[in-house]
């Protein structure tokens, strides 16, 4: 009598359809425990069909039932993480394809295998990062691309939620990694073109190039000696910190300086005080060598070649032109035309120098090669009136500097003239006299004073290469008359 009063209970919390005494059909079963509540089909007493299971603290699932099991397709929410996931089901676990959603916001769609990713899938993050590829025991594992939060990109192998083995990451900025990987960074054999254009193909180690330059060095002595008006050429290393040539790096950008020693205003003979103070704006920098210096132009020999190279282009020119038709043409009409058939990229260059103050083209920035560079053709510009005094001979300098040419430089351009008179036009006359004016100027090209000056290079990659420059490289230079180049 007890065992049925009992079973009258447990039958008592099922209210729905029955057949030979068994749930079936659509009812509602709260379980003795009062945690579970169930709304839905049953047959043969088994929970079979579509139905909600409900629990005390808020969760329930709501979908396909069979015999008993959760089992097929439906929906699952979880109060305490507030997590909730849609797609396949098997015996109450997550598996097949099914998407869930995080409290947080992230979302993963894609394989389950009883209860945790496995397979293929797409995960989006509360960042908004995705990752699309594969997964093994709930972790990105195997081959898979993932679209980062800062713009980047990778695609290659995973690890244990790790970027491992083979991937190449494109950078937000242009820069891109293509080479081995191992704990998430770069480790092992690797390129990197950076955005800047450098390019670094060697060994990696826990994210940094092992073969990286360290330092800039200008090859030659403690002092290296520039024959005066005679154009010099100075070689470049990149070095590693073992002292080897950077070989595994090309493309940084150097630039050559140069500045001679800085006196002070207040230590100068003069009477005008703020004259120098306007004259030395420029704020001095500091030498390894243990004084200041200020910049002193540097300048590249092009515009004698623009003279040797073009006089012939122009003559020809002007001779078939005056020979077929009239010609006339002004001193500024010769520049033009003088600019137009220079070989390309020479036509960009600056004026010839018209007096001391002015500068010609600089010598042009290089690219680095194999970890070395080399700036040929370097020539110190003429000594800029207001850096005189800097230098131990300087009266001497300003002497020469306004000295007149030569009687044998003179007699040799006198007959230059009277042949090229004899031989053209009153056009080519205009020529020759443009010619002259030049050939003048090249006087004023160079330094005119012997002393001591400082070469520098730089390092001015942009952006700099692994968001660090190298250090500028010094050297001395003594620049010495052009009679005693043949002396020891």
Known sequence: MAASRKALRVFHQYAGDVKKQLRHGYGIYVYT??????EGEWKDGKKHGHGKLLFRDGSYYEGEFIHGEITGNGLRYWATSGNKYSGDFEEGELHGHGVMHYQDGGRYEGEFAFGIREGHGLLVDKDGQTYSGAFHKNKKYGEGQMSYQNGDHYE?????????GHGVLHCLDGTIY??????DVFSG????????????????????????AKKIVILGGDIINVVQGIPATFHVQLQTEDGEIATKENGRVLRIRAGIKYTSPAQLPSTNILELIEDFEEKPFQTPFGY???NYPLSCMTHEKFM???????????????????LSMDESDLHSEAAEDLPAGQNEHPKILINEEDISLPPPNKRVEMGQAVFEDVVFGPTPSRFLHLLEDADKSRKKASGKLSA???EKM????????????????KERKIKKEIGTLDNKSIAKTVGEYVIMVEDITSPPFLGKPLQTAYKLVRMIPENSKGKK
């Not at 290659?156 to 491992?164: E, H, S």
């Open 292 to 294: 200041e210096c200020v």
């Open 33 to 38: 425990n009062s945690f579970f509540r169930y």
């Open 189 to 212: 054999q690797g390129t990197m073109i950076h955005c800047s254009g450098v390019i670094y193909d060697g060994p990696w180690i826990n994210g940094h190039p092992a073969d990286i």
């Open 178 to 183: 293509e080479g081995q990987w191992r704990n």
């Open 414 to 429: 006198t007959v230059s003239q009277e042949k090229i008179e004899d031989s053209r036009t009153d056009s080519i006359n």
């Open 156 to 164: 290659g192998n995973w690890v244990l939620d790790q970027r491992q």
């Open 308 to 326: 040797q190279d073009d006089h012939n282009t122009v003559s020809t020119k002007l001779g078939e032109e005056s020979s077929t038709a009239h």
């Open 408 to 410: 044998e430089k003179t």
